[in-house]
């Protein structure tokens, strides 16, 4: 299937989990977590969907905003919590679809002032369990706010660079930490894309959109390790996940066009052409 034939093909299965957007019946945009309203409408602009040539994603941007709480976090369902990932996840999702709406500078402003001690971002909602691991930031919500910030250059340094610094050590630590115990194992260094989780291919691209990563020897060893999966420039999907198997640039054992491209454009940002 063709890029064009993938995009379109995702926007007829907007139904697909009962609501309205990829949403579940219940209102979630957040579940089921492999083919969900946050997830899809973060794919869509790797296809190349924008709101002025798909209008009708502007439906489903303003699903997401009316999930958004009075302090600019955002939640994913009727009753959920105030959470930096489903914030980042929200706000990455509208940043990569260019979408202007006075909200969004309060949910960035909400992130900015929900760091953790460590410099990342966890659930407040969650309790540290008996390891003082738990009580560390968590590695995919300091991801998914990183993604999101990336759109706000202006974001302090104060705010990005001890967030940065944490991924960073993670990758030395490689151990299961905060509440959610994200850690670096073999799931995490095989390639997956969609970018679903936390996840070396999304690490690193995320990652290259900050100097102080790019210039640091860890995310180089990353960038290494993951060009060594690479045929010249094209990508292969190493971890499917089942419910994309419809689309061609999500199968697993044949290269991906779309990560291929977001490959390139991640060599670009690390090693730029002279």
Request: charged fraction near 20%; proline fraction near 8%.
């Amino acid at each position: 299937m063709t890029k064009a034939e993938d995009l379109a093909a995702l926007l007829a299965s907007a139904d697909r989990n009962g609501g309205p957007w990829w949403s579940r019946t219940d209102g979630n945009i957040h579940a089921p977590a492999g083919f969900s309203t946050l997830l899809v409408l973060r794919t869509l602009p790797d296809l190349g969907a924008t709101l002025a040539n798909t209008p009708a994603l502007n439906e489903a941007v303003d699903l997401v905003l009316s999930f958004q709480n009075d302090d600019g976090s955002f939640r994913y369902s009727a009753h959920a919590s105030r959470l930096p990932c489903i914030t980042g996840e929200a706000l990455a999702g509208l940043g990569r679809l260019g979408v202007n709406d006075p909200g969004i500078d309060a949910g960035y402003k909400w992130l900015a002032e929900s760091v953790a001690a460590d410099g990342g971002w966890r659930c407040p909602t969650m309790k540290p369990g008996t390891s003082p691991a738990t009580d560390l930031s968590n590695p995919g919500a300091t991801l998914f706010a990183l993604d999101a910030l990336r759109f706000r250059p202006d974001t302090p340094d104060e705010v990005t660079a001890p967030a940065v610094a944490a991924l960073l050590h993670h990758w030395d630590t490689r151990a299961p930490q905060g509440p959610c115990h994200f850690g670096i194992g073999k799931r995490f260094l095989k390639v997956e894309y969609p970018f679903k989780r936390y996840n070396i291919f999304y690490w690193v691209y995320v990652l290259s959109h900050y100097e102080q990563a790019v210039a640091d020897p860890r995310f180089q060893a990353a960038f290494d390790a993951l060009r060594s999966t690479t045929v010249g420039d094209r990508f292969t999907i190493e971890a499917p996940n089942r419910a994309w198997a419809a689309f061609g640039f999500a199968r697993g054992g044949a290269p991906s066009d779309v990560a291929s491209e977001l490959w390139r454009q991640t060599c670009q940002r690390v090693q730029p052409p002279r």
